[in-house]
């Protein structure tokens, strides 16, 4: 579920036929994953970064790690900033996502890996994309959506 706000609807509204967005999103993977190629990435980030001809790159990981006992608040932020260091460095403009929020106690970490997410957003002045705060607050019965 997203908002009805979703990031590529509002760039092709923006922008137009000038814009193609492309969704590359890796189902199931986290952030370490995601920097360093393995488990369903196909190459590693800086790789994937130098070859993309995108000018805008979303960061929407989250979900993954937040079932990850072994990454603590430090670990997440420090990939997510190696994550946003590596898109930059390939001359990207970054925006991140927060992950929408899940209903089962093995994602508990979800709001607090939010709120890391919006505290690197705050702290890079980077755009925010709140699926996980417009969920929760626009839907007062989000959970009844969920399978």
Same mark, same amino acid.
């Given at each position: 579920?997203?908002?009805?706000?979703?990031?590529?609807?509002?760039?092709? =509204?923006? @922008?137009?036929?000038?814009?193609?967005?492309?969704?590359? #999103? +890796?189902?199931?993977?986290?952030?370490?994953?995601?920097? +360093? #190629?393995? /488990?369903?990435?196909?190459?590693? *980030?800086?790789?994937?970064?130098? =070859?993309?001809?995108?000018? +805008?790159? #979303?960061?929407?990981?989250?979900?993954?790690?937040?079932?990850?006992?072994?990454?603590?608040?430090?670990? %997440?932020? @420090?990939?997510?900033?190696?994550?946003?260091? %590596?898109?930059?460095? /390939?001359?990207? =403009?970054? *925006? $991140?996502?927060?992950?929408?929020? %899940?209903?089962?106690?093995? @994602?508990? !970490?979800?709001?607090?890996?939010?709120?890391? +997410? !919006?505290?690197?957003?705050?702290? !890079? =002045?980077?755009?925010?994309?709140?699926?996980?705060?417009?969920?929760?607050? #626009?839907?007062?019965?989000?959970?009844?959506? $969920?399978?």
């Amino acid at each position: 579920m997203q908002s009805p706000s979703n990031v590529p609807a509002v760039l092709q =509204s923006k @922008y137009g036929s000038n814009v193609v967005v492309v969704d590359k #999103g +890796i189902s199931g993977l986290n952030m370490p994953e995601a920097a +360093i #190629g393995a /488990a369903s990435a196909t190459m590693p *980030f800086t790789q994937a970064m130098a =070859s993309s001809p995108a000018h +805008i790159i #979303g960061i929407n990981l989250a979900v993954h790690d937040a079932n990850q006992a072994w990454e603590s608040d430090y670990v %997440v932020t @420090y990939y997510l900033n190696q994550l946003i260091d %590596v898109a930059q460095a /390939a001359g990207k =403009s970054v *925006f $991140l996502e927060t992950p929408n929020p %899940v209903n089962t106690p093995l @994602y508990d !970490r979800i709001s607090q890996i939010a709120y890391i +997410i !919006r505290t690197t957003v705050q702290s !890079r =002045s980077l755009t925010l994309a709140d699926h996980h705060l417009w969920i929760q607050t #626009g839907l007062p019965n989000w959970q009844d959506s $969920l399978e």
